[in-house]
């Protein structure tokens, strides 16, 4: 598998109203998209700095993924996304060399991307996230 880039860093926060303002101040960029994932239950706020996309990731239930993260951990970096050629053969060279996945199969995500993610215990306790076009 060949990364090309980091694709994003996904932070969750607790109300993307808050942490747009300060984000767009602290990078000195306008947020350039905010869409609702309903799968994911998530709503998310993207910033390019260079290359590297920023994602503000708010829950949209307190059960989904979001959510239950800023129950356990708070506020913070949540992931890191890679961008690969294909995200499904991607996960199975992964899973090849013994990885964990929480993906078998790439699913659809923000910005039309296909993402597939990477169980932390496999990758030195972070979550990470393959995401191709």
């Keep these: ?69 800023i129950e356990k951990k708070g506020e913070g970096i949540h992931h890191i996304a890679f961008a690969v050629d294909n995200v499904n053969e991607s996960l199975k060279e992964v899973e090849a060399m013994g990885i964990t996945l929480i993906d078998k199969a790439g699913r659809k995500g923000a910005e039309g991307l296909n993402i597939g993610f990477l169980h932390p215990k496999s990758t030195f306790g972070v979550l990470t996230e393959l995401c191709s076009k």
């Excluded at 799968?39 to 829950?59: N, P, R, W, Y």
């Design 1 to 69: 598998m060949k990364t090309s880039h980091i694709e994003h860093i996904g932070i969750a926060v607790k109300s993307l109203d808050n942490a747009i303002p300060f984000f767009t101040k602290l990078l000195g960029t306008e947020c350039y998209a905010i869409e609702e994932v309903k799968d994911q239950k998530v709503k998310t706020a993207f910033f390019l700095v260079g290359q590297t996309k920023i994602e503000l990731l708010e829950s949209t239930d307190p059960e989904g993924p979001i959510g239950k993260f």
